[in-house]
């Protein structure tokens, strides 16, 4: 191949919108969001969450207008995380147990209202229901046990399936969680529920807003070191997926987004599964910070950085813009 100047002029297939457009490599649509949405409790309650501009709570009833908001705008997905009330938190996390959770009465009136327009993906973890904000049970010294861990939150999977989730994300990175979940639900014919794991989530400095948002933060003691990623590691990511893959998740997700671009690239090319990116809070926010400091135009940013994680290979992405970039994609 001899492609030389003048021959190829790289700038020729730039020079117009109307080429532009027809060589561009990657495409984002409305389809490739999920949602993520806050629920509290109370009758028409909208809490704004300081930290996260533009992103409320809502309660069950507000997340059912949420819900037929995303229908219209062609979002396909979304995933909801409880606000416990103080006093249901519990060193155990047993409400996480409870039929009639705040999540439980979310995801049954979501599916009440909207069926099968829209898909529900639920969050699997202890850290909105414990008393100490860590994701699991901890030992007389601290430390987060694994084996009990597992044990309960194979029985919050069942409890949101149950309610009618369509998604269990496990987002608590025990080992052996995947298969446990997986066989629970087979067993209890919960063929079709599908599960995304969180198979690369990174102990991170950007879940700071999320904490706030469900309430765990201000209780979170330490950090989440002994169960999350070393940001340092690439290989004990692809190990993590490896593992999750062979028990049994139907996708994967690398958590946080932007700055694991690599890890979502290796995942796609090593194993071709369906992987997301999870654009998380402190990402997020710092895009609506930029904005409000006047330093960058939030759309643009927005879209900028949601292409990114289609060009690395992404199948979706997980995003508080959703909405918004909806809008801006669906003109
Ligand atoms: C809970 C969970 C977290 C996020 C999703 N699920 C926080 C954490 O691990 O501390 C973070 C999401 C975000 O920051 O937007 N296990």
């Keep these: 191949m001899t492609a030389r100047y003048p021959n190829t002029r790289m700038r020729r297939t730039r020079a117009t919108a109307w080429s532009r457009t027809l060589h561009r490599e990657t495409l984002i649509t409305s389809a490739d969001l999920i949602w993520p949405l806050f629920v509290t409790e109370g009758n028409g309650a909208e809490e ?175 950090d989440k070191k002994s169960y999350q990623m070393d940001p340092a590691n690439t290989d004990e990511a692809l190990r993590e997926v490896e593992l999750d893959i062979a028990e049994g998740a139907d996708s994967v997700m690398v958590k946080p987004g932007l700055a694991y671009l690599d890890i979502i690239y290796r995942v796609k090319e090593r194993f071709g599964v369906p992987v997301f990116a999870y654009q998380v809070s402190g990402e997020y926010a710092m895009i609506e910070a930029a904005q409000a400091a006047g330093i960058g135009d939030r759309d643009a940013l927005m879209m900028e950085k949601l292409l990114s994680f289609k060009r690395a290979g992404c199948s979706g992405i997980l995003t508080y813009h959703a909405p918004v970039a909806a809008r801006l994609l669906n003109g």
């Design 48 to 222: 704004p969450i300081a930290s996260l501009p533009g992103v409320s709570r809502w309660c069950v009833d507000g997340i059912v207008a949420r819900a037929k908001e995303a229908v219209a705008l062609g979002i396909p997905v979304i995933a909801l995380f409880p606000n416990t009330q103080a006093d249901r938190r519990s060193d155990d996390g047993a409400e996480a147990l409870n039929p009639d959770n705040l999540m439980c009465r979310a995801i049954r009136a979501v599916k009440d209202a909207c069926g099968e327009d829209i898909g529900v993906l639920t969050d699997v973890a202890l850290d909105p229901y414990t008393a100490h904000g860590q994701d699991g049970l901890l030992d007389d010294k601290g430390y987060v046990t694994n084996d009990d861990t597992v044990a309960v939150l194979v029985d919050q999977a069942i409890n949101q399936a149950e309610a009618g989730a369509d998604i269990i994300a496990p987002s608590d990175m025990m080992d052996g969680r995947i298969h446990a979940i997986r066989m629970a639900l087979e067993m209890g014919g919960h063929h079709n529920v599908q599960i995304m794991s969180y198979a690369a989530k990174y102990a991170s400095a950007f879940y700071g807003p999320f904490r706030d948002a469900v309430g765990s933060g201000g209780l979170l003691k330490g």
